[in-house]
Nanobody, 124 residues
Framework: QVQLVESGGGLVQAGDSLRLSCAASGLTFSDYAMGWFRQAPGKEREAVAA????????YYADSVKGRFTISRDNAKNTVYLQMNSLKPEDTAVYSCAALRGWRISSAKSDYNYWGQGTQVTVSS
């Protein structure tokens, strides 16, 4: 049974940093690209960042470029999202997702497995 478990969310002030983690089990982690998505109240889920199985290829949404960094540790079956210079508009539930194969994608429909999500709230 595949499980993706996010952690690291919380309530922070604008300008602060957070690091999200997503621990995967039940799959061969290095066979999967990984993505981080977020969904704010009343909005569609959107891709934030994605990383290939090797970590050599990454994708970032324009809204987070230069502020967020995605990384992974295949030995620990974990993907991370370092979020710096947080803004109130970053407030959302952040979820990680796994996409089998070598390519990365920003399309949520491409992903095979999803975590439950962790809340990130940024106050102004």
């Amino acid at each position: 049974q595949v499980q993706l478990v996010e952690s690291g969310g919380g309530l922070v002030q604008a300008g602060d940093s957070l690091r999200l983690s997503c621990a995967a089990s039940g799959l061969t982690f290095s066979d999967y690209a990984m993505g981080w998505f977020r969904q704010a109240p009343g909005k569609e889920r959107e891709a934030v960042a994605a990383i290939s199985w090797s970590g050599s290829t990454t994708y970032y949404a324009d809204s987070v470029k230069g502020r967020f960094t995605i990384s992974r540790d295949n030995a620990k079956n974990t993907v991370y999202l370092q979020m710096n210079s947080l803004k109130p508009e970053d407030t959302a539930v952040y979820s990680c997702a796994a996409l089998r194969g070598w390519r990365i994608s920003s399309a949520k429909s491409d992903y095979n497995y999803w975590g439950q999500g962790t809340q990130v709230t940024v106050s102004s």
